[in-house]
C-alpha cells in the first residue's frame, strides 16, 4: 500500500533529476543562514559548482557540533515569525540542539510518517497508541501528526504507568503501537506480571534506538505484534527518515526527500553500496532549517539490491553510533553486539547493563545480566554454569574478555524512552 505512489516508486532517472532540483533549491535556501554562507565561501562552492548529484562530494560536511555552536537559532533560514515549532535533541554533553519548523514542514514531515505508515499496512481503521515522550522529543508530536494524517483513532498516551498503558491497549482495542524497543520489552513484562496479554495488537513501530533481530523476535513474541524498525533524528524532523516495509530486511529511506552517502568516518570518503559506514543525509524538502551533508554519526550501509516493493534501495538496521562504539583494549564494541548475543541464550533475561572501568590501566568490561524469571531458582549460586557460558559467548562473538555478574530477575532499571545501557567510568584523558 502506497501513500504517495509516485512519489515512493519513481524511475532512477526521475529520483535522480528530483533529487538534483532539490539539492539546488536546498542550496539557494541555506544561504539565508549565516554559518552556510561563510562555509560555502570558504570552500568556493558557488550554486554554478553543482551539476551533477556528485558534485555533493565538493560541499563540506555539516556537523552536530556546528548546530550546538548555532545555538539557539543559528540555522534558521526564515524569520521567527515564520517558525510554528521547536524541538530539541539532547545529546551527552553540552547545549541541545534546537530544531524549527514552518508550517509547512510540519505538512511535509506528517506525509513522510504517513508514507512508513501506509507501507506497512495501517490505514484509518487503526487505533494507535503513542507510547513516546511528547515533549522536546520528536517522537511524540511527529508521530501524532503522522497518525491523524492516515485517520488512525490516536491515543496520546506518552510515557509512564505501564499498566494503565496496558489497560487502555485493551480497553480501546489498540492495534497499533508506537514506542522505543527497550519500553516495548518492559511493556511484555508488565503485561507478564499482571497476567494479562493484549490481543487486540497486532503491529508495534519501535524506534529511536538500535535494537536487534533477536530483539524482534522476543518483542513479536511476547506481544504478538509484527514489528518494524523506524528511524530519524531530530536534524532531519525527527522519526520518518526511514522504516521497513513488510519485507522487514532493510529500511527504506525516502530518497526524495532525504540524500543519502555513506562515508567512512576517518577519511570523509564515500564508500561503496554494501560497506558500512557513517551516513550523511543532505534533507532535500525542508523550509525552516535546511542542512548540507549532515553527519548522523549513524553506522549503516546502502544495501546493494533494490525491493521488491518497488521503493527503491535500503539501508541496513543502524548497528550503532560511530561515537557511541566502545573502544576496549583497542576492539571495537557496539552495545548492539551485547544484546544480539544475550538474547540468544534463553536462560537470561532481556535486560542488561554494561559499565566501563579502566583498573590498572587496562580497560574492564563488566555486564550485569538479569536472569530469566523461569530460570532463577532464588539462589544466584547455583548459576555457575551460566555465568560461565555467558562469558564465553561474549568471548566469541567481541573476541574481549569480559566480566559478568547475573543478578536477579527485575533488579535492573527499565527505561521508558531510549535505553541508557553503558556507564562509561573511564576517566577521559
Ligand atoms: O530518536 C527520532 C525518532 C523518534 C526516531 C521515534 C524513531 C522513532 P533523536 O532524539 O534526535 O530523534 O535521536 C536520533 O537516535 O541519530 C540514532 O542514533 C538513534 N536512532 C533513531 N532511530 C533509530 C533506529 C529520534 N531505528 C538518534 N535504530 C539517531 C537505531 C536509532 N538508532
Not at 539532547?90 to 514531515?109: A, C, E, I, N
Not at 553510533?321 to 544480539?340: A, K, T, W, Y
Not at 538479569?370 to 566469541?396: H, P, T, Y
Request: include cysteine.
Amino acid at each position: 500500500m502506497f501513500w504517495d505512489k509516485k512519489t515512493e516508486t519513481l524511475k532512477p532517472a526521475d529520483l535522480k533529476a528530483l533529487q538534483l532540483k532539490r539539492l539546488k533549491k536546498t542550496l539557494a535556501q541555506v544561504q539565508h543562514v549565516d554559518f552556510y554562507q561563510k562555509r560555502l565561501a570558504e570552500a568556493g562552492v558557488k550554486a554554478s559548482s553543482i551539476k551533477t548529484l556528485d558534485d555533493i562530494r565538493k560541499i563540506p560536511f555539516t556537523k552536530k557540533q556546528d548546530l550546538r555552536d548555532g545555538y539557539p537559532f543559528g540555522f534558521f533560514a526564515v524569520p521567527l515569525k515564520k517558525i510554528v515549532r521547536i524541538h530539541t535533541t539532547s545529546g551527552t554533553t553540552g547545549k541541545p540542539t534546537v530544531v524549527g519548523y514552518t508550517r509547512k514542514d510540519l505538512d511535509t514531515w506528517s506525509d513522510l510518517i504517513a508514507r512508513n505508515m501506509t507501507m506497512v499496512g495501517i490505514t484509518e481503521e487503526d487505533v494507535f497508541q503513542n507510547m513516546v515522550n511528547y515533549g522536546m522529543f520528536t517522537g511524540g508530536l511527529g508521530f501524532h501528526y503522522g497518525a491523524e494524517k492516515v485517520g488512525m483513532t490516536v491515543i496520546p498516551s506518552a510515557t509512564g504507568n505501564t499498566k494503565r498503558q496496558i489497560e487502555m491497549i485493551n480497553d480501546f482495542g489498540v492495534t497499533t503501537i508506537h514506542c522505543t524497543p527497550s519500553y516495548a520489552m518492559h511493556l511484555s513484562e508488565v503485561a507478564e506480571e499482571m497476567g494479562t496479554t493484549m490481543d487486540s495488537l497486532k503491529t508495534g513501530i519501535f524506534g529511536a534506538e538500535a535494537w536487534s533481530e533477536s530483539t524482534r523476535k522476543t518483542l513479536e513474541s511476547r506481544l504478538g505484534v509484527t514489528a518494524y524498525d523506524s528511524y530519524g533524528l531530530s536534524e532531519l524532523f525527527g522519526p520518518g527518515v526511514a522504516f521497513e516495509c513488510p519485507e522487514r530486511d532493510g529500511l527504506h529511506i525516502w530518497h526524495d526527500s532525504y540524500l543519502v552517502e555513506i562515508i567512512d568516518p576517518k577519511t570523509g570518503e564515500q564508500v561503496a553500496d554494501g560497506e558500512r559506514g557513517e551516513m550523511v543525509v543532505t534533507p532535500l524538502v525542508k523550509e525552516a532549517m535546511p542542512l548540507l551533508r549532515y553527519r548522523t554519526g549513524d553506522v549503516t550501509l546502502i544495501m546493494e539490491d533494490g525491493c521488491i516493493c518497488r521503493r527503491g534501495k535500503k539501508i541496513a538496521r543502524i548497528t550503532g553510533r560511530s561515537d557511541d562504539m566502545l573502544v576496549i583494549r583497542g576492539i571495537n564494541v557496539f552495545p548492539s553486539q551485547i544484546e544480539h548475543v544475550l538474547l540468544k541464550i534463553p536462560e537470561v533475561g532481556n535486560q542488561f547493563m554494561v559499565y566501563i572501568d579502566r583498573i590498572n590501566h587496562l580497560d574492564e568490561m563488566t555486564v550485569d545480566v538479569e536472569i530469566n524469571r523461569d530460570s532463577f531458582s532464588g539462589e544466584l549460586a547455583d548459576l555457575a554454569n551460566l555465568q560461565k557460558k555467558v562469558v564465553k559467548e561474549l568471548r566469541d562473538a567481541l573476541e574481549l574478555r569480559t566480566t559478568v555478574k547475573l543478578v536477579e530477575p527485575g533488579s535492573l532499571p527499565r527505561f521508558e524512552g531510549k535505553a541508557k545501557r553503558v556507564v562509561d567510568r573511564r576517566e577521559v584523558v
